[in-house]
C-alpha cells in the first residue's frame, strides 16, 4: 500500500490523499516535479528510534488503563455506574465485579447505594461512602427518570 499526498498549495489543509494498492501497479513514470519538490537523491530524515519507542510506550500504556476501565463480563448498567464513579473520583478501579473508589469503597453488584460499604480497616473513609451513595442514588433516579 501506498500513500500519495498531493499538495496543492504547501499546507496540509489543502492537501488530496491518494491510496494506491501496490499489487495493483504495473509501472511508474515521473511525470515531473512539483515545485519546491526535494531532489529525488534528497536524503531521507533519520529516524530517532528513541523517541518512536516512547511514543509507542505510551500509546499501550493509555491503551492498557483504558482497557482496565473495561469490567470483564459486567452488565451494561454496571458498566454504566463505573464510567459515572470514575468522572466523578478518579481514582476507580475493577476488583472482580466489584467496583472499588479510592481503595476505600466498594460497590459490588446490583451497583446500588444499598450495596455500597467501605473496606474494612479504612479509617476516614465513611464520609467518601456517603458521598457514593449519593451518587449512585442520583444515577438511578436518573435511569428511572429516563426510563
Known sequence: MAVIREVREHTYLRATVHTVNLAAVTHV???????????ATAPLPRLD????????NETAGK??????????????D????????HRMFGDVRW???????????????P?????????????AA????????QQLDRFWAGRAGSA
Request: glycine share 14%; no cysteine.
Open 29 to 39: 513514470a515521473v511525470l515531473g516535479r512539483a515545485e519546491g519538490a526535494l531532489a
Open 49 to 56: 528510534a528513541g523517541s518512536m519507542q516512547a511514543r509507542v
Open 63 to 76: 491503551m492498557r488503563a483504558e482497557l482496565s476501565r473495561v469490567g470483564d463480563g459486567v452488565s451494561g
Open 78 to 85: 454496571a458498566q454504566a455506574v463505573f464510567y459515572m464513579l
Open 95 to 109: 476488583s472482580g465485579a466489584d467496583v472499588v473508589i479510592h481503595g476505600t469503597v466498594v460497590v459490588p453488584a
Open 111 to 123: 451497583y446500588k447505594s444499598g450495596a455500597a460499604r467501605v473496606l474494612t480497616g479504612v479509617p
Open 126 to 133: 465513611d464520609a467518601r461512602l456517603g458521598f457514593v451513595k
